[in-house]
């Protein structure tokens, strides 16, 4: 695997170190919300980079269903869940597919 670096501020930094602190920042923001297994399961999922399969950090319903093993209605109750205590935003896409962003 090649090394990735960006410049921040005049300093090389390695891009595998910021995404374990932005991850880490994230879940120490949000530590204090009490969250079911798959509630953190997709999240982490978007936080790794969506598997490699996706090129943003748009999580629909269908997605959630299908990284959380579950059927569609329970990934609706997840995400409401998570929108009501403020972890999820939802995007204004407008159309049928809502999509998802996770609150940084």
Same mark, same amino acid.
């Given at each position: 695997? %090649?090394?990735? =670096?960006? &410049?921040?501020? /005049? !300093? ?7 995404? *374990?602190?932005?991850?880490? !920042? =994230?879940? !120490? ?7 079911? $297994?798959? !509630? ?5 999922? &978007?936080?790794?980079?969506? /598997? ?5 950090? %748009?999580?629909?319903?269908? /997605? ?5 093993? *579950?059927?569609?209605?329970? $990934? ?7 929108? $009501? ?12 597919? %809502? ?6």
């Amino acid at each position: 695997m %090649k090394a990735r =670096f960006v &410049v921040i501020g /005049g !300093q090389l930094r390695h891009l595998w170190i910021l995404h *374990c602190r932005y991850k880490a !920042q =994230f879940w !120490q923001r949000w530590a204090g919300t009490p969250m079911i $297994a798959r !509630q953190t399961l997709v999240p982490n999922y &978007v936080l790794d980079g969506m /598997g490699g399969k996706l090129t943003n950090a %748009k999580v629909t319903n269908a /997605g959630w269903a299908a990284i959380g093993k *579950c059927s569609a209605d329970t $990934a609706l109750r997840d995400i409401n869940d998570l929108l $009501a205590r403020g972890v999820l935003g939802r995007l204004e896409d407008g159309g049928r597919s %809502k999509g998802y962003l996770l609150v940084k």
